[in-house]
């Protein structure tokens, strides 16, 4: 027979801040998300309950009741990652885990809890682990999966035991909601006076289904065990990583750079066999006298290239100070992503986005990638608004640029420059810029632009002009009409 084991975790974005120290958990504190349209409280601490906050109350009929409540928005990404670390660590139990998004686990322990002393035994030794790590959690073991996630959430108990062949003995106290039903169903339920599942296995399933539908008989059929419902597992997100321990500490360069060979050729290869690359890479040095030293670095794009980790590692490992030695290291590659295989000889396109990353990937983990920035094309007909400056890190596929409508100068100034007019026209016949002094030889124009009917804060009506000068130079000249001082501007340069 099946035994399945339900693991719910009802304060994990609250036992998230809990682990990283977070001394507001100690006060009334609450966890806050943003539901139809408004922030609500999801997870309190005990502070918070005793002063009378509960779970769905808005967060200002909470500043109400407690006006020195302390709040953090929920985090999903954050608690999507503690909950699968969770998943892996939950492989110390079972082989057969999967996961019940977002705050719980299922897993077939069938075969299993002898090794742990019995069911009993093996969830009480899970129930205290959580607890070492600082997280909530209630139990239930059952036949079947409904059933235990039921048993986990609505008994008594944090810890419930239903013995094989008496789902629905455990199951029969138990209220509506332990099904699983839609809220609709569950109302409609009650307004009949059913209340627990006891009641509703009283009642023939025919009648069950011909009143309120086959959702509802289906789901009871389910956690009694008379319909199929198996735990489907999925493996966890492999992890690429190696480590090393040394007898002896070594601190010399040359040998530094031994260990980080071995390491990455051991990671490396394990990418280029799943056919993935990771953009970072992290490399832990643990030092006899100075404890672990973190060193890190990126890639423009995701690679699995052995030298091309060794070569970015250089930099860090001569910034590294190891006055006793290290004897510890391990090394992960992270933000792992598929690699596309091309041919080189065949696709010069390609191999040049490939040598544009090479020397993101460079300049980014010498000088920061913050600091490394290229240009992304806007729509916009304004000149200023046609482009904007983004992190050449998070730009993921290749920017493509399209033909400009109309012509723009190659340099365009970021405050356009005043010029000093020395022959009146428009544009100016003769004009003085940067100690120089030129003449319009052509000039077309104007080309008046505005700012978008929903943008308030472009600035006035503009005037540009493509002007030729005599002295061979090619500027984008621009004015402001009907302004009480009329002056002209250098905006640009063409080639």
């Known amino acids: 027979m099946r035994r ?10 609250l036992d998230l801040r809990i682990r990283k120290g977070d001394l507001r958990v100690s006060a009334p504190f609450a966890i806050i998300s943003e539901i139809n349209n408004a922030w609500r409280l999801t997870h309190l ?15 200002p009929d909470a500043r109400a009741i407690c006006p020195d409540l302390l709040t953090h928005p929920s985090n999903q990404a954050r608690e999507a990652a503690l909950l699968r670390a969770l998943w ?10 999967a996961l019940d998004a977002p705050d719980g686990l299922f897993l077939d322990i069938t075969g299993c809890a002898h090794l742990f002393g ?35 959430r609505f008994s008594s108990n944090e810890v419930k035991v239903a013995l094989p062949g008496q789902t629905s003995e455990a199951l029969s106290a138990l209220p509506l909601e332990a099904l699983r039903l839609p809220q609709k169903l569950s109302s409609d339920l009650r307004r009949t006076g059913l209340k627990t599942i006891g009641q509703l296995m009283e009642i023939k399933s025919a009648e069950l289904a011909r009143r309120f539908g086959l959702a509802l008989t289906q789901a009871l059929s389910a956690a009694l065990g008379h319909e199929p419902d198996p735990v489907s597992p999925k493996a966890a997100d492999p992890i690429y990583a190696a480590r090393m321990t040394l007898p002896d500490p070594i601190g010399l360069k040359g040998d530094l750079l031994g260990v980080l060979e071995q390491l990455t050729a051991s990671v490396c290869r394990r990418l280029a066999k799943d056919v993935k690359g990771a953009r970072r ?24 290239e052995h030298r091309a980790v060794m070569q970015q590692f250089t930099k860090p490992l001569d910034e590294l ?28 396109h390609k191999q040049a986005e490939v040598d544009t990353s090479k020397i993101i990937s460079t300049l980014g983990n010498r000088l920061g990638f913050d600091r490394v920035r290229q240009f992304m094309p806007m729509q916009s007909h304004l000149p200023e608004r046609e482009f904007v400056y983004v992190e050449a890190m998070d730009q993921r596929e290749p920017v493509s640029w399209t033909a400009a409508p109309r012509k723009r100068p190659i340099r365009l100034f970021k405050r356009p420059e005043r010029l000093v007019t020395l022959e009146a026209g428009r544009p100016p016949k003769r004009f003085q810029w940067r100690r ?11 080309e008046r632009l505005t ?45």
């Open 45 to 59: 601490s005990d502070a918070a309950e005793s002063v009378g906050l509960s779970s769905g109350l808005s967060l």
């Open 4 to 13: 399945v084991l339900s693991i719910w975790l009802p304060q994990l974005p």
């Open 451 to 495: 700012a978008e009917w929903w943008q308030t804060d472009m600035g006035a009506v503009r005037d540009y002009w493509h002007v030729q000068t005599t002295e061979g130079l090619r500027l984008w000249l621009m004015t402001y009409p009907g302004s009480k001082e009329p002056g002209w501007y250098i905006a640009g340069k063409f080639s």
């Open 88 to 97: 892996r660590w939950a492989d110390s139990l079972s082989p057969w885990i």
């Open 281 to 304: 890479y992290y490399l832990t040095v643990r030092c006899v006298d100075t404890g672990d030293h973190l060193l890190h670095i990126g890639f423009a794009r995701p690679t699995h």
């Open 118 to 152: 019995g069911e009993a035994n093996m969830a009480a030794y899970a129930h205290e682990r959580l607890s070492d790590m600082q997280i909530t959690s209630r139990l239930g073991i059952a036949d079947t999966k409904g059933a235990a996630w039921a048993l986990a």
């Open 321 to 348: 100070k190891i006055e006793f030695g290290a004897d510890w290291f391990r090394l992960e590659a992270a933000h792992i992503e598929p690699i596309q295989p091309f041919q080189i000889s065949l696709d010069q």
């Open 436 to 446: 120089g002094v030129y003449s319009t030889h052509v000039a077309k124009g104007p």
